[in-house]
């Protein structure tokens, strides 16, 4: 299964999504059946002991685990029946929506509200809808994901001194300046020519999107992080690797401060 927030893998036993750190819904879902499970496993127990009478111990231990593991087992299926009747109300929900639905995408892409954007999609839960209309929204969804990445990381730039304890040991300048690394590269890789390459379609099909949204990420990174203006106006920062990406936020930060 996948993480409704940031399409990160996910398991039943994932408390929280391990890429975004949102929390996994599943997880709740599977310790409330295991709970249940519980509950039947001991109501069980009760009577196999009750109506055993003389039969043997080790007869009847083997009854429970019989027992048991048909509990078991049908929770399993019952999970798996669950997940698909909700996945079908969903979708057909979302279809019969698909109009408003576009609209309000388009109306905060052409606002270039990133964050309202990204935020319609998770509270209507599009991206895995799998609806044909909604697959260039969910593929620059990740491009939106990482501006919006940016400029957090980059409003803790600026605000590091009165963050709480926890996020001031957490997000530190070294840690925030990797995060605006690693989403530089993504949004770079993303529009990175190949005739291979999905993203590449989708930049190619809505460069009105794209355009946008990669050049107010290069207006965070000159404002917070204090990059030259000609690195970026000579498209030389889109030609970087990860490493030299973090090198130049690093000294470029580091000589601003100073």
Not at 20 to 35: A, G, I, S, T
Not at 200 to 212: G, T
């Amino acid at each position: 299964m996948k993480c409704n927030y940031c399409g990160a893998d996910l398991t039943m036993e994932d408390e929280v999504c391990p890429f975004c750190h949102n929390p996994n819904p599943y997880y709740v879902k599977h310790r409330e059946d295991m709970h249940r499970y519980e509950q039947d496993y001991q109501e069980t127990k009760s009577d196999v002991y009750e109506t055993a009478g003389k039969t043997s111990r080790k007869a009847t231990q083997i009854a429970i685990l019989a027992v048991l593991g048909g509990l078991f087992l049908g929770t399993v299926v019952l999970n798996t029946n669950i997940w698909t009747v909700e996945r079908m109300i969903q979708r057909h929900k979302i279809r019969n929506n698909i109009s408003t639905h576009l609209a309000k995408l388009d109306q905060y892409l052409a606002e270039e509200d990133w964050a309202s954007f990204t935020d319609y999609i998770d509270m209507n839960q599009l991206y895995y809808s799998g609806i044909d209309e909604l697959e260039d929204y969910r593929y620059f969804r990740q491009l939106a994901d990482d501006y919006n990445y940016i400029y957090e990381s980059c409003m803790h730039l600026v605000d590091y001194e009165n963050l709480d304890e926890d996020e001031y040991y957490y997000y530190t300048p070294d840690y925030s300046l990797e995060q605006i690394a690693d989403s530089l590269k993504h949004m770079y890789d993303f529009v990175k020519k190949d005739e291979y390459s999905t993203y590449y379609e989708v930049y190619q099909a809505h460069r009105d999107w794209c355009d946008p949204i990669l050049t107010e990420a290069e207006e965070l990174v000159q404002a917070y992080a204090g990059v030259d203006s000609e690195v970026i106006e000579s498209g030389q920062i889109r030609e970087m690797s990860r490493t030299k990406l973090v090198v130049l936020l690093e000294r470029s930060y580091n000589k601003d401060e100073s």
